[in-house]
């Protein structure tokens, strides 16, 4: 059992494999005729940016918090970054409302267990070769369903799948009381080979209504040139 099986392996593991000389540089095959290339927007006035990791615009009324946000919990991930479009007076995370005023939440986090052609492998065998798959296995974890297909994206060149799920969770702004939440997931290697994972997660409507934000937030993603020291 590889080291990413604590929350990306599948119950079925039988996959193809691919040899590393079908792999273009970082894993990645040289051509990606299944995978979407989503518009990028322009112009991107506002962005958040990772110390030489990874840049994405932010929509409006999107912002990084001074205090940063809390990372939702996963099994040897480290949080990149966390945004929100919170405003202020809007209740925060855990504070019961008097009327809910839900919100969004987008959190970067990087799996620091393994790199390089492990990861590679792993990505190859469990993520890519079988997305939908991963929808299931990650929605029964979570205590969810799937919503629909997986999507094969690329993510600034880098392939990248995007699951989404529904069920009954807390949600931001909405107090302790749990709600219909919708939470979408998107899967990538960094150039040098780094699972990353996004979680883009609210109440259902809400996130049903914003996700032209984060399309505007994965169009314009950028890795850049120092993606790690």
């Known amino acids: 059992m590889g080291r990413l099986a604590g929350y990306l392996r599948i119950s079925?593991?039988?996959?193809?494999?691919?040899?590393?000389?079908?792999?273009?540089?970082?894993?990645?095959?040289?051509?990606?005729?299944?995978?979407?290339?989503?518009?990028?927007?322009?112009?991107?006035?506002?962005?958040?940016?990772?110390?030489?990791t990874l840049r994405f615009g932010l929509p409006l009324d999107w912002n990084r918090p001074e205090n940063g946000l809390t990372l939702p919990r996963e099994p040897g991930m480290m949080l990149l970054t966390g945004v929100?479009?919170?405003?202020?007076?809007?209740p925060k995370a855990g504070e019961v409302p008097?009327?809910?005023?839900?919100?969004?939440?987008?959190?970067?986090?990087?799996?620091?267990?393994?790199?390089?052609s492990e990861a590679a492998q792993e990505f190859e065998q469990q993520i890519f070769a079988d997305p939908d798959g991963l929808a299931r296995h990650r929605a029964r974890r979570l205590g969810q369903r799937p919503r629909g297909r997986?999507?094969?994206?690329?993510?600034?060149?880098?392939?990248?799948?995007?699951?989404?799920?529904?069920?009954?969770?807390?949600?931001?702004g909405c107090g302790?009381?749990?709600?219909?939440?919708?939470?979408?997931?998107?899967?990538?290697?960094?150039?040098?080979?780094?699972?990353?994972?996004?979680?883009y997660q609210g109440a259902l409507e809400q996130h049903d209504q914003c996700l032209p934000e984060l399309f505007y937030m994965l169009g314009s993603w950028e890795w850049r040139p120092q993606p790690y020291p």
């Not at 929100?84 to 809007?90: A, C, F, V």
């Not at 749990?178 to 040098?192: A, C, H, Q």
């Open 12 to 52: 079925s593991a039988a996959s193809s494999y691919l040899s590393p000389r079908q792999w273009g540089r970082g894993g990645a095959p040289m051509r990606h005729p299944e995978y979407e290339i989503l518009p990028k927007p322009f112009p991107v006035e506002r962005w958040d940016e990772e110390d030489n």
């Open 150 to 172: 997986a999507r094969r994206i690329l993510l600034n060149g880098r392939r990248a799948v995007l699951l989404r799920y529904t069920g009954w969770d807390h949600a931001y």
């Open 84 to 90: 929100t479009n919170w405003r202020h007076g809007d």
């Open 176 to 199: 302790w009381e749990k709600v219909n939440i919708g939470r979408s997931e998107v899967f990538t290697l960094s150039p040098i080979d780094r699972p990353l994972l996004v979680t």
């Open 98 to 116: 008097v009327a809910a005023r839900p919100y969004l939440c987008m959190f970067v986090a990087d799996n620091t267990s393994m790199t390089g």
